[in-house]
């Protein structure tokens, strides 16, 4: 009997998919270090869960996982799907000397400038970036790229608290509001333009067996941007040949570049109007805002399951052919406060619910979210991307959220 054990901080929705996908692996003891413990079916996958006082202390996690090597044997794995986390993960694996992604790999995975740094170094392209100080370093970048430019924190994730600065006076405001200082750099980067989308691979072995390329409309900036922006992601059923196969080729030597041996990666790429691409950022954790789902739904296969055997077995069950295009409308609206109504959503239905494979419209009462997630959503499938494409317009041109 194998132990692996799975780190959070919390047992939300998304990540519980990923630990009953472990739990269901033959031969494997889930064990949980976690600062909220699981409940009901949930904490019944677990032989044991050691609750911590912070998740996403390197300390605490572990002084979590030595109780547990105690109690159940040294660890087989120590995993988790989090960006935040993986860095600490790494750490906890060379203390208790666990194979699985190193701390320098994780490191520069997590810390944009250095991941930039070592992709520029090695030929691939990636906006032009600094490490930003104080307001004199802000004005040389400035003097570099022009405006428009972005500010992030150097270990940001999702595009959250990244912001798009268009003038000498939002930059200067920028830098200060952030509070850059030699002990805490904000990141300035050149501002790409073009379409934008995701490339998700799964690296086995340092050997890719899973590549998919999606699609953004808009970009994740500009939805941050506008509240009120219903976006989608489309992944085509097309995931080969012109379009396709530079994206890919990109995603997949920016993983060897950065070390990774095993596990997924998720790349934001974008094509400029001239043709020519860019990799905005690349992180080391399965893809969010749904998209491992529709990774799974498109291959017609499970991919929690097929991480899992990865990180886990160091294994892969497929290859799995793209029989599907897949797309996802992120349901939001204009306001504040708080979800009172949903309208429109038996309109929508009536005309494109026959290839609506899972939806959740929001929560009446819930105030509202504001990443690019949004307060609900809706998946379709079908064989055709056309297909796709356009019921993911009728959903987002009929579907209205209403706050207060």
Sequence with gaps: MRTVVFVAPFPLGTTMRFTRAVASLPGVR????????????DRRLFADVVQIDDGLSTRDIVSGIDLLRRRHGHPHRIIGVLEPLQVQLAQARAHFSVPGTDVETADVFRDKAKMKDRLRAAGLPVARHMLVTCLEDALAFEAKVGFPMVLKPPAGMGAKATFRVRT???????????????AQPVLAEEFLQGQEGSCDTLTLGGEPRLVSVSWYRPSCLTVLENPWIQWCCVLPRENEGPGFDDVKLMAIRAAKVLGLDTGFTHMEWFRRPDGSLAIGEI????????ITKMIGLAHNTDPYRMWARAVADEAFDGPWPRSYAVGCAYLRGIGRG????????DEANQAVGQVVVEAKLPTAGAPKNDSYEGDGYAIVRSQRTEVVERALSIIIGKVRVHYA
């Design 30 to 41: 889930l064990c949980g270090v976690m600062q909220e413990q699981p409940k009901g079916v």
């Design 168 to 182: 000498r006076e939002e930059l200067l405001n920028g830098v200060r509001g952030l509070g850059a200082s030699p």
């Design 283 to 290: 992180a080391q954790r399965p893809p969010g805002a749904h």
């Design 338 to 345: 708080r979800v009172v109504s949903v309208s429109g959503a």
